[in-house]
């Protein structure tokens, strides 16, 4: 049999294979989520457009390093995520915090899978994370406004409702302690206001 007719159905498979690969790549390279891949060692393989973009690292300053780096838990966030996912095998939706090159936080949701080979053995990671962070900071605003008052930044009467107050008895005097936020601070350092929340002369009730 002529050389020819083995070629033609190889040259039509790699024809195939290349216009696959330029349409994937099309894809990667268009959406602004930043995708990502590892080896078993945890090691950068892949890093799209978008995660250039949303990190502003470059994909040849990431790929080959240790994917750790760019979590804002370090290697303790990695390894956490790796046991979810070998756990679960995959991840959807999980939010996590990442670090841009010029130092900021990244809040991102994750959705995250194992790679496996034929034989069902792990070779890599694959990451795809969206930006949250305008979200995360939106909420944390919102949050901050339902326990604090607009005009003077004091908290208001429903973050003194849900504070733990600790008083005692002594020497006809009370005292004791309020704990904000894990700190405690002495009560008469909070007396003048807390008595203010209360009749409310000074601060209105978040409804």
């Known amino acids: ?84 996912l070998r756990r679960q095998g995959s991840l959807k939706n999980h939010e996590t915090a990442i670090k841009g090159k010029d130092g900021r936080r990244v809040h991102v949701s994750m959705s995250a899978a194992l790679l496996k080979d034929r034989s069902g053995r792990i070779t890599g990671t694959l990451g795809i994370s ?30 003194f409702a849900s504070t733990e107050l600790a008083f005692q008895i002594s020497g006809g005097q009370v005292t004791g302690d309020i704990k904000l936020e894990g700190q405690s601070y002495r009560l008469e350092d909070f007396q003048g206001v807390y008595t203010r929340l209360i009749d409310d002369q000074c601060l209105p009730e978040l409804k």
């Open 1 to 84: 049999m002529p050389a020819a007719s083995y070629q033609a159905p190889l040259v039509h498979l790699s024809s195939d294979f290349i216009r696959a690969k330029e349409y994937l790549e099309t894809i990667v390279s268009s959406t602004s989520d930043a995708i990502c891949t590892t080896d078993v060692r945890g090691c950068v393989l892949y890093f799209s457009p978008g995660a250039e973009d949303m990190t502003g690292y470059s994909s040849s300053e990431i790929i080959g390093k240790p994917v750790h780096l760019i979590y804002c838990g370090g290697r303790r966030e990695a390894d956490r995520l790796m046991r979810l």
């Open 130 to 159: 969206k930006d949250i962070t305008n979200h995360v900071e939106l909420e944390r605003r919102l949050r901050e406004l339902s326990i604090t008052d607009n005009l003077t930044g004091l908290f208001n009467q429903r973050h």
